[in-house]
């Protein structure tokens, strides 16, 4: 591991950072328009994108892209982020039995991937996430607005607005999930921005599924280090 | 019922319109920049309104709003559509067992409502409907494009990005209901634009299921009449 190495994902809505701090990581994100944080040094800066670049002086030559990922059957045209956050769930996933693995990160969008115990590709999913949905409400329609705190209420069958939109856009994600995951044959890991508030409502649910928000992150360095 | 009384609906993205031809009504649907379709009288439409209002000389006195519907402890901030699919279902449901109705309206929106045999307001959720989600991916992400084409793949994970698009949100619509939906105490029935599209692979799963495109414009001209 190269000590000053830092590490760059920049996602559709915000950039995600890992910061290195010799024996760990940090992993943090900051808004498109903020400035570069402190300590990253662009330089030796790694760095993948699946969103619009922003005004940083990003080398080329330190570009991860999805061809660079060793997996079997990854087309092209996959996101690097879930290459990447499929290529650490390999990584991590203790998988005596060889179940398939579903991964799936909760940002912008909320993307399922499903590969095999040997890491080869089947397919997946790809849905508007939490606050995409919440959003898209307001700017389609004339009377909905998009709730500012995200308290997921209990109830199934709210009167309040802003309770149904947070209830019904949380079971559209909950639901996309349950009619994609088998238990008997796969593992689910969740990541992304939203995966411990969604993540935590599936556990409430189903048997065993790993919640791991930095995935991809983690499937940055570990393609980095290999 | 007046001959030549006609209704319209003033949705989120489109004008539906109820057409009297004396024995029985013409459904149909135009854009909102549209000019008034042939045959209909301003003077004599009967309206009711979700969305931006279009650019039509129409009456105040000719509104239906939430407030005007008849049903228990319906909400008055509830959209003026959901009451009148409320109503309507109420009356052509046979519901011998007094199940409780859930009324499913797959627009701009999927507004669900649940209410019980006797005409009470339960409360629902909302979620961004069919185009509103393949919408809302283009706009809210870099790389996204909505489709053009809405055949929803019968294989579960895709690696053609739109089929992966179509695959998420029609899931993502379906386990909303799974997630709301108990056979054993309610009536499900769908409505709006893509109440047919959903309905139909949601009638592969489920049991009975009633699909009633235009549940929301009938009840307009059941609440008029009565």
Chains 1, 2 share one sequence.
Not at 101 to 114: E, M, P, Q, R
Not at 170 to 181: A, R, T, W, Y
Not at 192 to 200: A, K, N, V
Request: charged content about 20%; proline content about 4%.
């Amino acid at each position: 591991m190269i000590d000053d190495i830092n590490f760059l994902l920049v996602g559709n809505s915000r950039l995600h950072w890992a910061e290195n701090l010799q024996s760990k990581y940090k992993f943090f994100h900051t808004q498109k328009n903020n400035n570069v944080p402190q300590n990253i040094n662009l330089n030796n800066l790694i760095w993948a994108s699946v969103g619009k670049l922003p005004d940083l002086s990003l080398k080329q030559e330190n570009r991860i892209s999805t061809q660079d990922i060793k997996l079997k059957n990854l087309p092209n045209h996959f996101g690097v982020d879930r290459a990447l956050g499929c290529l650490e769930a390999l990584k991590i996933i203790e998988n005596p039995s060889r179940k398939d693995l579903l991964v799936a990160d909760f940002g912008t969008t909320l993307s399922i991937t499903k590969l095999t115990a040997k890491g080869s590709i089947i397919g997946g999913q790809i849905t508007p996430g939490f606050l995409t949905q919440l959003r898209s409400m307001e700017k389609y329609t004339d009377n909905l607005k998009a709730p500012k705190k995200y308290d997921i209420p209990v109830q199934d069958f709210l009167i309040n607005t802003e309770d149904s939109m947070l209830k019904g856009v949380s079971n559209s994600l909950m639901g996309v999930i349950n009619l994609s995951f088998n238990p008997a044959k796969d593992i689910l890991i969740v990541c992304g921005g939203d995966s411990e508030l969604i993540g935590s409502l599936l556990k409430q649910k189903k048997e065993e599924i790993i919640i791991s928000p930095n995935l991809v992150m983690q499937g940055m360095i570990t393609h980095f280090n290999h």
